[in-house]
């Protein structure tokens, strides 16, 4: 079977392959999970065509320091018995990913530190690694006001949940659930962008941008072209000055996207957020006469147009994955912890009812449902530092032309100490799918 591309054995009880396995040159994908398996031919981590070498589930004790793959992008060694893992594997070319939880390690390289793909859970990451953040620029955080994101000291954001959880007979955990509520900012498109105002907030359409700054594009080396981001939403600082203290007093911010087509696939400048200080630069967005084949893939060039109105509302966390998102239960919400019962029970009576009370279709410094990890989590594992200093700078809800995964949301998520350093070059994003 010397031309064989894939292969695929689970579930088997396989301790070892013969040297002769590693003949097969052209293998491309070995998913070879879930079985008993306590070491490997060397030479299967020379394989020159393999792409993804899946080896979770399994015995495995070691991986040797001489490896050359240099067509592999996804290594999965979770839940075997590794207790350290070669820094070379940070040095092939087209890594992208490695997930590694789930292993008893006693340490790992300091080249981890710095690749971004190493997939590990946050209690792993501290015990292992340096996940200090460094700040968009390199030069360190500095200090922002959390009391800024909380509702818990706004007496007229807090009283209608206040009110809800005394309806709902949740006195008792009044205290720390009011801990968890934050000072949203929410927008609801109310009609057609017709391009007569400029600078009002807008998503899909076209961005107006000040004549000095260039439409963002991107080179996808797949396709050797540039390609255009897709242009989101934007936002009118100003506008919405009133409502909260955490974005900047004056000018617009810009959220741009890559594709839908990247997730999972390259990571890379997802996310792209132009901030432009002064309103009286801007300039209509109607001058961008784009078609559908200057993005990677957008029916029609563009996602239909919407005017939207900003208004001031709270947001409450989703309890769903409350197991994977245990830093949610510090300080006032630490007694919450242990209530497993009340956390798997409080969709109905307290979450949905609280996102009922002013609804929105797109959202600065909310929540966001999600499965597993959250948005903020996701963005520490990936970019370093704790999961509450990151926070949701957009959120955009499933409307109209927007339709992540088909019902899903797109979440645009910021470090707080960037966010107060005026400095959006490292927005993380991120992707929760129906």
């Known amino acids: 079977m010397q031309n064989l591309k894939v292969l695929s054995i689970n579930k088997a009880s396989i301790k070892r392959l013969p040297a002769s396995f590693t ?31 899946i080896l979770s589930g399994n015995k495995l004790t070691a991986i040797p320091e001489e490896i050359e793959l240099p067509a592999l992008l996804t290594l999965d060694v979770e839940d075997n018995q590794l207790q350290t893992l070669p820094g070379v ?10 997930r590694a939880s789930g292993n008893p390690f006693d340490y790992l390289p300091e080249s981890f530190s710095f690749f971004k793909g190493l997939e590990l859970t946050m209690p792993e ?14 030069k360190g955080t500095i200090t922002w006001d959390d009391a800024a994101y909380q509702a ?20 008792k955990y009044k205290k720390p659930l009011l801990s968890l509520i934050k000072r949203t900012v929410g927008f609801k498109q109310i009609e057609q962008e017709d391009y007569n105002e400029v600078g009002n907030h807008r998503f899909g359409g076209r961005p107006d941008l000040p004549q000095h700054i260039d439409y963002p594009m991107f080179y996808d080396k797949d396709e050797k ?24 007093r004056r000018g617009s911010l810009f959220f741009f996207f890559k594709s839908i ?42 996602y239909a147009p919407q005017k939207a109105e900003a208004f001031a509302t709270v947001s409450t966390p989703s309890f769903f994955a409350y197991y994977q998102n245990t830093y949610l239960f510090e300080g006032k ?45 996701q963005a520490a594992l990936n970019q370093k530092g704790n999961p509450q200093d990151w926070v949701i700078l957009l959120l955009v809800k499933s409307r109209g032309d927007f339709q992540w995964g ?24 991120t992707m929760e799918s129906s």
Not at 30 to 53: F, G, H, T, V
Request: proline share 3%; hydrophobic share 35%; with cysteine.
């Open 23 to 53: 003949d097969l040159a052209q293998l491309e994908n070995i998913n070879l999970s879930l079985c008993q398996l306590e070491q490997l031919p060397d030479a299967i981590w020379k394989l020159p065509n393999l792409r993804y070498l």
């Open 89 to 98: 594997l940070t040095k092939q070319v087209k890594m992208r990913v490695v």
């Open 125 to 138: 990451k501290k015990k292992l690694l340096d996940i200090s953040y460094k700040g968009a620029d390199g």
């Open 152 to 171: 818990q000291e706004d007496k007229t954001a807090i009283a209608p949940v206040e009110e809800l959880i005394k309806k709902q007979k949740l006195t």
């Open 225 to 248: 072209k540039r390609f255009h981001y897709e242009f989101i939403a934007q936002i009118n600082c100003e506008d919405i000055a009133h409502l909260q203290d955490y974005l900047p």
């Open 261 to 302: 087509h990247f997730f999972g696939y390259d990571p890379s400048d997802l996310a792209h957020v132009i901030y432009i200080e002064d309103n009286s630069t801007l300039s209509s967005g109607k001058r961008f006469q784009l078609q559908e084949e200057d993005f990677f893939e957008l029916l029609d060039g563009q």
């Open 333 to 377: 919400a630490k007694s919450l912890a242990d209530k497993e019962e009340l956390l798997e029970d409080l969709y109905d009576p307290y979450e949905e009812k609280v996102s009922s009370l002013k609804e929105f279709d797109h959202a600065v410094n909310s929540y966001g449902f999600t499965q597993h990890e959250s948005p903020e989590l």
């Open 406 to 429: 088909d019902a899903g949301e797109l979440f645009f998520v910021i470090h707080k100490s960037d966010l107060a350093k005026r400095d959006f070059s490292n927005v993380f994003i």
